[in-house]
């Protein structure tokens, strides 16, 4: 579906007819046989590989995920899979989910064995929230930018935008196609045992949400890659364009992917719910000590978490008032915070998580109990309702690497507990250690505050401002040495995935570069022409900037020189360029324009007015 192309992650498909020539009757059978689901092969080499594979050592070899249940889609079987080269590197982003899982498993047993407690299995649940932009799609058809990049790249602001606060939770009209676009896909993906639970409109005019119920991490990112998919097709079906990128629009609110995590046991004890916890383990400082783990991580570890949602569509989104910024740190509540404070101090026990009723004032309506954590929308990783809510995620991403990086970090504090525990350890003064060291990343204030921003960033808390310098932390020594302890990706996997991570946001910025080209010279020059206004000098030198800026990419040596060069085009030059454009947009005549403007795309029920 175009832009849709532009995605990391997006699956493989081969569609094979379950046709055979049977040699003994001399016709056609249908007929599927297991060995025809349990290996498959391709060429790995016309997929990004970052150099693991080559045209003439090209073998890649598919293998059945048996934790993830396969979809029945009209007369097709997709069928989940991992993808390996001929020498077992992962070429996909499933294998080093996988394994990640069974790390998580492995340490998480073992930590959780020292503190009295042994369950049979540890699995890591998530909820993807996916949300969206509905435009209609007879004005997409005409906007270069957001079929080939899914973006726009210059565009006036409408008369209107998000002044009312008017559009997050508002009624979703019949009158409008959205509304039924929306249910007929949640109607396939039921069709499909993809449960999408709740449907909303987000907080920017056309956004919108669905949010499907919790499940194990694998099964939960096949069924959002395969939900992405049935978006984008259903809404052609109904004469409107999904738009999944994170930013398509400046100066509204782009799109996120909010990746809700949880650690459970396969007896359904979830280990970051204190109560469930402590009952299941009877120890009352378990919890205590698996979340100092965890902020232990997320210390150690913030730079792989911003390279997980390092997507050239974050670099737009991340800190502009509805994403938090680029800066690693955790909010976990007051109460939370005081237990936790409480217990690095010396203080142990069991965390009762306070509840208070709610007076309504009148007796129509009856009082209400609220849990004791309040909502912080501008921390990137946020704990509350017994789960992190890791809200920095983008819209249009395949989630593998972040729960991957989740996963991966939390097994080696798990290990690194567990390891000192068996030693002889007191788990609490392991604990409280770890705390001690870790304390400086839970912050539960405005993130969006300058000041808090400057003293987290004194603070010593990871702040990586740029998409390709967080895709750089990829291969930092210490993060290939996390990988490879926990046996999720050996170092040439690590610097695969950074030329690949690397090379997917040179090609984006290229194709952007390319399409301002193109859409100055055969549109925003033209219109200004013909109505004899607009800046058409700066204009056409721009291009020849563009121009030029693209042709230094291409000499450079590396992926990660040319990353670099495209984020200054595309941040710096480009939003320039985009500065002329739409001054031009703002001074000539409506008729004259040929590009659909953000009021019309914006606005379902907009009219010629």
Same mark, same amino acid.
């Given at each position: 579906?175009?832009?849709?192309?532009?995605?990391?992650?997006?699956?493989?498909?081969?569609?094979?007819?379950?046709?055979?020539?049977?040699?003994?009757?001399?016709?056609?059978?249908? &007929?599927?046989? #297991?060995?025809?689901?349990?290996? #498959?092969?391709?060429?790995?080499?016309?997929?990004?590989?970052?150099?693991?594979?080559?045209?003439?050592?090209?073998? #890649?070899?598919?293998?059945?995920?048996?934790?993830?249940?396969?979809?029945?889609?009209?007369?097709?079987?997709?069928?989940?899979?991992?993808?390996?080269?001929? +020498?077992?590197?992962?070429?996909?982003?499933?294998?080093?989910?996988?394994?990640?899982?069974?790390?998580?498993?492995?340490?998480?047993? @073992?930590?959780? !064995?020292?503190?009295?407690?042994?369950?049979?299995?540890?699995?890591?649940?998530?909820?993807?929230?996916?949300?969206?932009?509905?435009?209609?799609?007879?004005?997409?058809?005409?906007?270069?930018?957001?079929?080939?990049?899914?973006?726009?790249?210059?565009?006036?602001?409408?008369?209107?935008?998000?002044? /009312?606060?008017?559009?997050?939770?508002?009624?979703?009209?019949?009158?409008?196609?959205?509304?039924?676009?929306?249910?007929?896909?949640?109607?396939?993906?039921?069709?499909?045992?993809?449960?999408?639970?709740?449907?909303?409109?987000?907080?920017?005019?056309?956004?919108?949400?669905?949010?499907?119920?919790?499940?194990?991490?694998?099964?939960?990112?096949?069924?959002?890659? /395969?939900?992405?998919?049935?978006?984008?097709?259903?809404?052609?079906?109904?004469?409107?364009?999904?738009?999944?990128?994170? !930013?398509?629009?400046?100066?509204?609110?782009?799109?996120?992917?909010?990746?809700?995590?949880?650690?459970?046991?396969?007896?359904?004890?979830?280990?970051?719910?204190?109560?469930?916890?402590?009952?299941?383990?009877?120890?009352?400082?378990?919890?205590?000590?698996?979340?100092?783990?965890?902020?232990?991580?997320?210390?150690?570890?913030?730079?792989?978490?911003?390279?997980?949602?390092?997507?050239?569509?974050?670099?737009? @989104?991340?800190?502009?008032?509805?994403?938090?910024?680029?800066?690693?740190?955790?909010?976990? #509540?007051?109460?939370?915070?005081?237990?936790?404070?409480?217990?690095?101090?010396?203080?142990?026990?069991? +965390? *009762?998580?306070?509840?208070?009723?709610?007076?309504?004032?009148?007796? +129509?309506?009856?009082?209400?109990?609220?849990?004791?954590? &309040?909502?912080? @929308?501008?921390?990137?990783?946020? +704990?509350?309702?017994?789960?992190?809510?890791?809200?920095?995620?983008?819209?249009?991403?395949?989630?593998?690497?972040?729960?991957?990086?989740?996963?991966?970090?939390?097994?080696?504090?798990?290990?690194?507990?567990?390891?000192?525990?068996?030693?002889?350890? &007191?788990?609490?003064?392991?604990?409280?250690?770890?705390?001690?060291?870790?304390?400086?990343?839970?912050?539960?204030?405005?993130?969006?505050?300058?000041?808090?921003?400057?003293?987290?960033?004194?603070?010593?808390?990871? @702040?990586?401002?740029?998409?390709?310098?967080?895709?750089?932390? /990829?291969?930092?020594?210490?993060?290939?040495?996390?990988?490879?302890?926990?046996?999720?990706?050996?170092?040439?996997?690590?610097?695969?995935?950074?030329?690949?991570?690397?090379?997917?946001?040179?090609?984006?910025?290229? /194709?952007?570069?390319?399409?301002?080209?193109?859409?100055?010279?055969?549109?925003?020059?033209? *219109?200004?022409? &013909?109505?004899?206004?607009?800046?058409?000098?700066?204009?056409?030198t721009s291009v020849d900037t563009l121009k030029a800026a693209v042709a230094a990419i291409h000499a450079a040596e590396t992926p990660y020189e040319a990353a670099t060069l495209a984020r200054v085009l595309r941040l710096e030059t480009m939003v320039d360029i985009r500065e002329f454009c739409d001054a031009a947009e703002g001074v000539v005549p409506a008729d004259l324009w040929t590009l659909p403007t953000y009021k019309e795309m914006l606005f379902l029920d907009q009219t010629d007015a």
């Amino acid at each position: 579906m175009a832009a849709s192309g532009v995605r990391h992650g997006l699956t493989g498909q081969v569609q094979n007819k379950m046709i055979e020539f049977d040699r003994v009757t001399n016709k056609i059978k249908f &007929d599927f046989k #297991g060995k025809d689901l349990i290996r #498959g092969e391709t060429d790995g080499s016309s997929f990004p590989n970052g150099g693991l594979r080559a045209t003439h050592t090209a073998g #890649g070899y598919l293998a059945h995920d048996t934790s993830s249940p396969i979809f029945l889609r009209g007369d097709i079987v997709h069928i989940p899979s991992a993808f390996v080269s001929y +020498y077992g590197t992962a070429l996909d982003e499933k294998t080093p989910l996988l394994r990640s899982n069974e790390a998580l498993n492995t340490q998480g047993l @073992r930590l959780l !064995k020292a503190l009295g407690y042994e369950p049979k299995e540890l699995v890591a649940n998530i909820g993807l929230e996916q949300e969206i932009f509905l435009i209609p799609r007879e004005q997409y058809l005409r906007r270069m930018d957001l079929q080939m990049t899914g973006r726009t790249i210059m565009g006036k602001d409408a008369p209107r935008g998000q002044e /009312m606060c008017d559009h997050y939770m508002a009624a979703m009209s019949t009158a409008q196609p959205a509304l039924e676009a929306m249910q007929e896909m949640q109607q396939e993906c039921w069709k499909m045992g993809i449960p999408l639970k709740t449907r909303h409109r987000e907080v920017a005019p056309g956004q919108y949400e669905f949010a499907p119920l919790f499940g194990t991490n694998t099964t939960q990112i096949d069924q959002n890659i /395969m939900v992405m998919q049935v978006i984008e097709e259903v809404a052609a079906k109904h004469g409107l364009a999904a738009l999944l990128q994170e !930013k398509p629009f400046a100066n509204i609110n782009g799109s996120g992917k909010h990746n809700n995590w949880s650690i459970g046991t396969t007896d359904g004890i979830n280990i970051l719910n204190p109560e469930q916890l402590s009952k299941a383990s009877g120890n009352d400082n378990a919890f205590a000590v698996v979340m100092s783990a965890i902020i232990s991580a997320i210390d150690t570890h913030g730079d792989l978490m911003r390279m997980s949602i390092a997507t050239p569509g974050n670099d737009f @989104r991340l800190g502009a008032c509805e994403a938090p910024p680029a800066i690693t740190s955790t909010y976990l #509540g007051d109460d939370m915070t005081n237990y936790l404070e409480a217990f690095k101090d010396g203080k142990t026990g069991a +965390y *009762s998580p306070g509840t208070k009723n709610m007076q309504m004032g009148t007796r +129509y309506v009856r009082p209400i109990s609220i849990p004791a954590e &309040d909502r912080n @929308r501008t921390s990137p990783f946020p +704990y509350g309702g017994a789960r992190f809510e890791f809200r920095a995620v983008g819209s249009a991403q395949n989630t593998s690497m972040v729960n991957t990086v989740l996963n991966t970090m939390t097994a080696q504090k798990f290990k690194h507990f567990a390891d000192a525990i068996e030693a002889g350890a &007191d788990p609490i003064k392991v604990a409280q250690d770890a705390l001690n060291d870790s304390w400086k990343v839970i912050f539960n204030g405005d993130n969006y505050d300058e000041a808090n921003q400057e003293m987290l960033t004194k603070n010593g808390l990871w @702040r990586i401002d740029s998409a390709v310098e967080a895709n750089h932390k /990829m291969v930092d020594p210490k993060n290939i040495a996390l990988f490879e302890e926990m046996k999720v990706l050996q170092a040439d996997e690590c610097h695969a995935r950074e030329n690949v991570l690397h090379d997917h946001y040179t090609g984006t910025v290229e /194709m952007e570069a390319l399409c301002m080209i193109d859409m100055i010279n055969q549109h925003v020059i033209p *219109s200004c022409k &013909d109505a004899e206004v607009g800046p058409v000098s700066d204009l056409a030198t721009s291009v020849d900037t563009l121009k030029a800026a693209v042709a230094a990419i291409h000499a450079a040596e590396t992926p990660y020189e040319a990353a670099t060069l495209a984020r200054v085009l595309r941040l710096e030059t480009m939003v320039d360029i985009r500065e002329f454009c739409d001054a031009a947009e703002g001074v000539v005549p409506a008729d004259l324009w040929t590009l659909p403007t953000y009021k019309e795309m914006l606005f379902l029920d907009q009219t010629d007015a």
